[in-house]
């Protein structure tokens, strides 16, 4: 059974045209986090919520930016995508602070 | 800042060779440990995980690590690998801060494994 769910699987936007991401857990987690992954790259942390407190990396852009409505979800909001922010899209969750780490599927997401 | 890094980008080795990975991390402080494994297709998915005691940890599907600290290292091991073994492997580090913890990946190891 599916723990860590993200929707959509596959996503293509315009360049520039708003997109939301969604990740969904069943685990009741209290961390969330967000990662960036680029072909033949690590995935890259771009900011994870520690309950409600958000902790955004320093180097993540301004362009991203996320939701925590309640426990069970996360979303990653992308203003304007450009064409270098197509990437998989990486949501993982773990009960706190030093504990593992389980991940969704992934959102691939495509820039046009 | 804290980094992990993988020293081989690909591997390709035959069915019943044997299989180590490399894997360091910077990170002074206290850190936790692992590999995780992403299949074609699939999520990544715990294989290992190193928090304290024995620095020889065993995982899933006959894999192991060695934390060996003053190398800064945790190394996966396998004695024999199988064709369904074929997948990216990823190294990971987390910093345990105060009151959060944030996890490294290092940029993984595409392990092809020939019938």
């Known amino acids: 059974d599916a723990m860590v769910i993200q929707n959509p699987r596959y996503q293509v936007t315009q360049f520039g045209k708003p997109v939301t991401l969604s990740c969904s857990q069943t685990?009741?987690?209290?961390?969330m986090y967000w990662y960036q992954q680029k072909s033949s790259q690590a995935p890259k942390l771009l900011f994870h919520?520690?309950?409600?407190?958000?902790?955004n990396e320093a180097d993540t852009p301004d362009n991203f930016q996320s939701r925590r409505p309640n426990t069970s979800f996360c979303f990653l909001d992308i203003r304007s995508p450009g064409l270098g922010d197509a990437a998989m899209y990486l949501c993982?969750?773990?009960?706190?602070?030093?504990?593992?780490?389980?991940f969704g599927q992934g959102t691939r997401l495509t820039v046009v | 800042a804290q980094s992990v890094s993988q020293h081989n980008h690909h591997v390709i080795l035959s069915e019943a060779a044997s299989l180590e990975l490399g894997c360091n991390y910077s990170?002074?402080?206290?850190?936790?440990l692992f590999w995780y494994v992403q299949y074609p297709g699939q999520h990544l998915q715990l294989l290992l995980k190193?928090?304290?005691?024995?620095?020889l940890v065993k995982g899933i599907k006959g894999f192991e690590a060695e934390f060996i600290k003053s190398k800064f290292s945790f190394n996966l091991r396998k004695p024999s690998v199988q064709w369904s073994d074929t997948a990216e492997y990823f190294c990971?580090?987390?910093?345990?801060?105060?009151?959060?913890?944030?996890?490294?990946f290092g940029k993984g190891t595409m392990l092809l494994v020939s019938p």
């Open positions: 990971a580090a987390l910093k345990v801060d105060s009151g959060y913890s944030t996890l490294t």
């Open positions: 919520y520690y309950d409600k407190d958000f902790n």
């Open positions: 993982a969750t773990s009960r706190g602070i030093g504990t593992e780490a389980f």
């Open positions: 990170y002074g402080g206290t850190v936790n």
């Open positions: 685990l009741n987690h209290n961390v």
């Open positions: 190193y928090f304290s005691g024995d620095p």
